[in-house]
């Protein structure tokens, strides 16, 4: 069974991408780069999620010796100008505090009425082997963002995103339903064609 990669130390992450790896029929032994804690994390120094996904995937599979897979996502507000998009994760100043994050990003959109609350999840998924090949792909999910949090499920800005079509905000969703349509769902299903290509 071959190894891949996924680099991020989120246990949501790993579990959804085995979820959708499963579906599709992948067999790959998949771990997240809490199997090597001895890897330092990558800094995000790109400018753009994609060029975010190719720096984690390119370290951990030349840290490692195997394919690695990684993702850099984000909420894209449209009356933000796509903020907090790349720093999505610390925009309240430390990275990863999700509630903190939350409550800075309805504070600046108090005053905004609902039909200018239109957002979307911007994913970009690459895969990166020890020899440099590399493949980036990208998913995203439209909505509307709800005044106050609602639902358990997910993590980040879950429970504001109401998808387009949806009653429910993404954190209300069943996570298989989520997994169907979700930026980083479509982004790593998008992949699959590139690990079945070049990860045997």
Not at 78 to 84: K, Q, T
Not at 87 to 94: I, L, M, P, T
């Amino acid at each position: 069974m071959t190894r891949l990669i996924l680099a991020t130390r989120n246990a949501g992450k790993i579990t959804e991408l085995r979820a959708i790896l499963a579906d599709a029929g992948l067999t790959h032994e998949l771990v997240g780069a809490d199997a090597y804690p001895e890897i330092p994390d990558v800094k995000e120094t790109g400018v753009t999620f994609a060029e975010n996904a190719l720096l984690k995937a390119h370290a951990l599979a030349q840290a490692t010796g195997h394919p690695a897979v990684a993702d850099d996502s984000g909420l894209c507000v449209d009356v933000l100008g796509g903020a907090p998009g790349i720093f999505s994760a610390r925009w309240a100043g430390r990275h990863g505090d999700d509630q903190a994050n939350l409550d800075l990003l309805l504070a600046q959109l108090g005053d905004i009425d609902a039909p200018h609350r239109a957002a979307h999840f911007a994913c970009a998924a690459a895969l990166a082997l020890p020899d440099g090949t590399e493949r980036v792909v990208e998913g995203q999910l439209r909505g509307t963002l709800r005044t106050a949090p609602a639902g358990t499920h997910g993590f980040g800005y879950d429970p504001i995103l109401q998808p387009d079509d949806s009653t429910l905000t993404c954190a209300e969703l069943p996570p298989a339903k989520k997994n169907e349509i979700s930026h980083r769902g479509k982004a790593f299903r998008a992949l699959i064609p590139a690990i079945r290509e070049l990860v045997s």
